[in-house]
């Protein structure tokens, strides 16, 4: 069955469809990602390289549809699947079976490519077909190369070569006075760089994202110095606490800063599963994170000090993406999920966020995995448009 690309797919008519296929192959590929440039350090990591080596797998069925997507999963977790059903794995409205999901996105990517119909499609296309997207690779590139820094300019370069790649929105990493310089002069920069980037990309948005590398009171004289520089979006700036949150919204309201505040990735409790293991064994319907993690952020949420939850795409799970949504809606919350570090994942995340709804913008990360055609998708105006191509609209080249 064919599905147009903007209405969502009726699951009673797409039941019968994924009921017919059986998979007849399972295929496991590690491929090679390419950032553009050297990505830096961050407040707490060094330098984030030119790219990883994503492990992928590739779903084919007896009519000779094929599907693929990340998984990183062992054969052993993948091959019991030859030969069932599709429809007994993934159901177009709930999404993966739980003894699927080692298989949650080439699932998805394949049910959708034998309805074709793009993911977002399947998804319930809720949300919007240009999506916000940032680049998510402005590190602290300033500080590099360790015997020669290249200061601001190079941060500068950085945004340039994104924003002739169509980015509209830039996360700038701050926090280099946590250990990479004294921490007066360390916050000094964060506030240049901030302050350099907005003057020169005025038609930008800005968002800042210090990894937990600050302390309260020196993130709200950061806050108090960056004020003017309109920012959208202030990320993990310090370990997520009331009291401290509290303050740094009462800064933030007598500095005229608007910024939404968003948290949640790193997971404070001990137990919670790694993103490979949180997609073959969750252990809340939040996958690797756990309630008490998700209480809290809830707890924050309610009094209006955390305003977008920035929880991980593979940690939760495609499919539990799905289903817990509608539960941050309500709450008044966004999403903006963690998508580094591989490129594909904006692309998985910008479906998501056309076919779920509720995220107010995508983490782009520039470059491409060799071998894969991105072609599909194109922005306009800062926004990743919405491929009419079914599946999550990446194709392997042969």
């Known amino acids: 069955m064919a599905a147009s690309a903007s209405m969502p797919i009726s699951p009673a008519a797409a039941q019968p469809a994924l009921a017919e296929h059986r998979i007849v192959r399972i295929e496991g590929r590690v491929m090679q990602d390419r950032y553009p440039r050297t990505v830096g350090r961050n407040a707490k990591l060094n330098s984030h390289g030119r790219g990883g080596s994503p492990r992928i797998r590739i779903l084919e ?6 599907g693929w997507a990340m998984a990183n999963v062992d054969d052993s977790a993948t091959q019991k699947f030859i030969g069932a059903r599709v429809g007994d794995l993934f159901d177009a409205e709930a999404g993966t079976a739980d003894e699927a999901m080692p298989l949650d996105k080439p699932l998805h990517d394949l049910a959708a490519r034998i309805l074709g119909a793009p993911v977002y499609a ?11 997207v940032y680049s998510g690779a402005i590190y602290l590139d300033d500080l590099d190369p360790e015997n020669n820094p290249r200061g601001i300019p190079a941060v500068i370069d950085c945004c340039r070569q994104d924003y002739d790649l169509g980015y509209r929105a830039f996360k700038l990493k701050i926090g280099r006075g946590f250990k990479w310089m004294p921490r007066p002069e360390g916050i000094q920069r964060d506030v240049d760089v901030t302050r350099a980037v907005r003057a020169r990309f005025p038609d930008c948005r800005i968002l800042v994202d210090a990894n937990d590398g600050y302390t309260p009171d020196d993130f709200r004289g950061y806050v108090r110095a960056a004020a003017d520089c309109d920012l959208y979006v202030i990320e993990e700036p310090f370990p997520e606490e009331r009291e401290a949150l509290l303050r740094l919204k009462e800064t933030m309201e007598q500095a005229g800063c608007k910024a939404l505040i968003a948290d949640g990735e790193a997971r404070k409790e001990a137990g919670g599963a790694s993103a490979a293991e949180g997609e073959a064994k969750p252990t809340t319907r939040y996958g690797g994170y756990t309630r008490e993690h998700m209480d809290r952020l809830y707890a924050l949420a309610a009094e209006k000090l955390v305003h977008v939850f920035v929880i991980d795409l593979d940690i939760v799970g495609f499919t539990r993406w799905r289903r817990v949504m509608p539960e941050l809606a309500a709450a008044g919350v966004q999403a903006s999920p963690h998508a580094w570090a591989c490129t594909a994942r904006t692309y998985y995340t910008a479906q998501l966020a056309a076919g779920a709804g509720n995220v107010n913008i995508v983490e782009g990360i520039p470059g491409a995995i060799e071998g894969v055609d ?15 191509a079914p599946g999550f609209g990446l194709e392997l080249k042969r």
Request: aromatic residues 10%; positive net charge; charged residues 20%.
């Open 61 to 66: 069925t007896d009519q000779g549809v094929v």
């Open 122 to 132: 399947l998804l319930g296309a809720k949300g919007p077909r240009e999506v916000p």
């Open 374 to 388: 991105y072609s599909a998708y194109r922005f306009k105006d800062g926004n990743l448009v919405m491929p009419g």
